[in-house]
């Protein structure tokens, strides 16, 4: 396994998407890459999920993978967010059914308001209330050039930040599973139960 280099830049704040798995990191410069639980979009028990589709119980449990030199696994396995290992770098993966992308050319706004901008162009295509979406737009977009932007559901993202926090695992980036290429292609994920 290689080092991780982000591909996409946030707009809400939060480090960023992408995994783009390349050899080259430092030696004894320890990564851990998480696996978030996909999103749970339907229950027959109302009270087994919160709001944002993060199981309420507190039992949460990721699977994980630690490399300590970049080319290979040093530890894997899955547990509470106390239990997951420490490294300087912490990268949580979103599953590929939490995210979504869109291609457009972005507005002409200044950065403050670009977010906004976005969720006013999305809105007819997002599932979600565009204040309820977390946006990331890819590096160096140019002028009047169509561009990938990827949504998720900010709570449900949010939760899962908020819980590995709560457990000391700071995250430093968060990336997705899977992205589209330029030009685009078509992407399939299997769930299994």
């Known amino acids: ?9 946030s ?3 939060y480090a960023v998407w992408s995994v783009h798995l390349q050899p080259g990191v430092r030696r004894g410069m320890s990564t851990l890459i998480i696996q978030l639980p996909a999103h749970q979009r339907l229950s027959t028990d109302p009270a087994a999920v919160d709001a944002g589709g993060v199981a309420a119980s507190g039992g949460r ?6 490399t300590t ?5 040093t530890r894997q396995g899955v547990g ?3 239990a997951l290992p420490r490294a300087e770098t912490v990268i949580a993966v979103t599953s590929p059914t939490d995210v979504s992308w869109h291609r457009l050319v972005l507005p002409k706004a200044p950065s403050a308001r670009l ?5 006013s162009i999305l809105e007819d295509q997002l599932l979600d209330d565009p204040d309820d979406v977390h946006l990331a737009v890819a590096p160096g977009p140019r002028g009047a050039e169509p561009t990938w932007i990827a949504a998720c559901n900010h709570t449900w993202l949010t939760g899962h930040l908020m819980a590995l926090e709560k457990a000391k695992v700071r995250v430093t980036r968060v990336v997705p ?3 589209p290429d330029e030009p685009a292609t078509g992407y399939f994920h299997e769930l299994h139960d």
Do not use: K
Request: hydrophobic fraction near 45%.
């Open 11 to 13: 707009l809400d704040g």
């Open 115 to 119: 977010r906004q901008a976005l969720g």
């Open 177 to 179: 599973a899977v992205w």
């Open 61 to 66: 449990e990721y699977a994980y993978v630690l």
């Open 80 to 82: 509470p967010a106390s």
């Open 69 to 73: 030199n970049g080319q290979s696994i």
């Open 1 to 9: 396994m290689a080092p991780v280099r982000g591909l996409l830049q």
